[in-house]
């Protein structure tokens, strides 16, 4: 995004905010802006939508921007006069979950540890918003936390499957990558990652490694031989590239899908202006057998 960008970006911000009948100022953050008008103050971050407005064509950020103070407004609105989740029946059919980074996670909400980094959190769907299922709520309905996953997983894979579409990458010294990306309209993309070898064609004889930079997306490449050494360098390149470039960022890091259970492949850090991937013993144990 150019220089001028963001004061266009802002001036959108702030016409839109007219138009729904709110005023709107720059907070003490200079990605957040306050919006004075029914209901009090409205507190909305812009990081996100700076970076969905890299991806669109500038005649878009008008309806996008619309689009984005929208959902916030009714977003506030919900946390203000929050569904009824008393009568489980009724909710259990709107839980949904995905996953999150373990640092964005807050104690009282439903979640468990997926791998180093990554956690699993449960939700209740409300179309235009998602609400996080908590502690205290958990304790009132009639199902425990194991089978409150249980639930959350068999809804959102009935929701259906996500879109799969492959990406080549050459070098005139080096084989051919073709990296998976699975993607879609779906609010629940990450949660996909626990299913990467029963529903996807992306499995290798030991597994698939992939990353989720994002909401939006996951990366992955089949274990099959030592090709995937060069492929899991690829991921993390394409990980901290997206992670730092799309709205709702999860994880740098490259996981692990095998046997039904999620590791971390390779921590990736930044050092001396280097991107430095770090291999977990266990995933280099492996590329050792396959190499042999």
Partial sequence: MSESSP??????????????????RTAAAADDVILSGPGGNVLVGLTNL????????????????????STSLIQVAADHDPLDTSDFAMMRHLIRTRLYSAEATAPEVVHRPVAPGLVQRVL??????????????????????AG???????????????????????????????LTML??????????????????????????????PSQRHIYAYPVTDV???????????????????????????????????????????HEADQLCIYPEERFLATLDRLSS
């Fill in 124 to 145: 209740i769907d409300q179309v235009h918003t998602m609400a996080p299922v908590t502690y205290p709520m958990l304790a009132s309905w009639p199902i425990d936390a």
């Fill in 148 to 178: 409150l996953f249980e639930l959350a997983e068999y809804n959102t894979r009935a929701d259906g499957p996500l879109d799969v579409v492959t990406h080549d990458f050459d070098s005139p010294r080096q084989a051919r990558i073709e």
């Fill in 227 to 269: 090709q995937v050494i060069r492929a899991t360098t690829l991921l993390a390149q394409l990980a901290v590239l997206e992670y730092t470039k799309r709205p709702w960022p999860v994880s740098q890091d490259v996981y692990w899908w095998h046997h039904g259970a999620i590791d971390l492949a390779a921590s990736i850090r």
């Fill in 183 to 212: 993607c879609g309209i779906s609010d629940y993309i990450t949660a996909h990652a626990r299913w990467l070898g029963d529903d996807y064609p992306v499995a290798g004889t030991a597994g698939t490694v992939f990353v989720i």
């Fill in 7 to 24: 004061d266009l970006l802002m001036s959108l911000t702030v016409a839109a905010a007219h138009q729904l009948g709110y005023s709107c």
């Fill in 50 to 69: 700076r970076r969905m407005a890299d991806d669109e064509p500038r005649e878009q950020w008008p309806a996008l921007v619309a689009d984005y103070l």
